[in-house]
């Protein structure tokens, strides 16, 4: 069983729509939790980051954390086609020694116009 | 500022050639990383090189990867007797310690086909 799960899609929607991509994780030693997009032969770009439980907003962005049932989710309001790429979520320890991050697989989103 | 940079952005070698690929972090990181992205697998952790310490080598998939970060700054990684399981996007990243959270800056990747 991987570390990460994420549903690797693709999630086709139009534009306008309420978009939700989720994770599940089974490390309950992750402490922090990100989101990175990544458009098409590009390399991934940070998004959003979270350490605890609840919810934290950004614009047309919500990034949620529950880490008593080890999931987290995004949220993109109002989504547009230029929110069309792969999403990938992430997470990290802070242990000075333990500095990469695991990924899931990423959700490709199409956002049709 | 400049981000980080990999060369080449494409690269077609034949099954038991050697590569190498080349990674240029964002000055004044000195947290280096190497990932692999497979179609549909997400990203795997290869490499990780912290300052003067030791590389965290775990992800490595076989003594046929290796790497070396020359300077504190440019990296490459070096596949010997590529297998055509090898083909990916290599992506590098690079990160500062200032941050609690390790934002990871990545380059655009290297995509190798073996064939």
């Known amino acids: 069983q991987k570390e990460v799960e994420q549903d690797p899609g693709p999630l086709s929607v139009p534009e306008g729509a309420i978009v939700s991509l989720n994770c599940t994780y089974s490390n309950s030693a992750f402490q922090y939790f990100m989101w990175y997009r990544q458009y098409s032969r590009k390399g991934p770009e940070l998004l959003m980051y979270?350490?605890?439980?609840g919810n934290k907003e950004d614009g047309r962005f919500t990034a949620q954390v529950d880490k008593s049932s080890k999931y987290i989710s995004l949220f993109i309001r109002d989504s547009q086609p230029s929110d069309s790429a792969t999403y990938l979520c992430a997470m990290g320890h802070m242990d000075t020694g333990r500095r990469a991050l695991t990924f899931g697989s990423g959700t490709r989103l199409q956002v049709q116009p | 500022g400049a981000g980080v940079s990999q060369s080449p952005s494409n690269k077609v070698t034949e099954k038991g050639k050697d590569v190498e690929l080349r990674c240029d972090p964002i000055s004044g990181h000195t947290a280096l990383y190497w990932y692999r992205q497979s179609l549909g697998q997400g990203l795997e952790f290869l490499i990780y090189?912290?300052?003067?310490?030791?590389?965290?080598k775990s992800g490595l998939p076989s003594d046929r990867f290796s790497a070396e970060r020359t300077g504190g700054s440019v990296s490459t990684l070096t596949i010997q007797r590529t297998q055509q399981e090898d083909s990916a996007v290599y992506l590098c990243?690079?990160?500062?310690?200032?941050?609690?959270?390790?934002?990871?800056?990545f380059g655009p990747g290297t995509r190798l086909t073996v064939l």
């Open positions: 090189f912290q300052g003067n310490s030791a590389p965290d």
């Open positions: 979270t350490y605890s439980s």
């Open positions: 990243a690079s990160s500062s310690w200032t941050s609690d959270y390790n934002e990871q800056f």
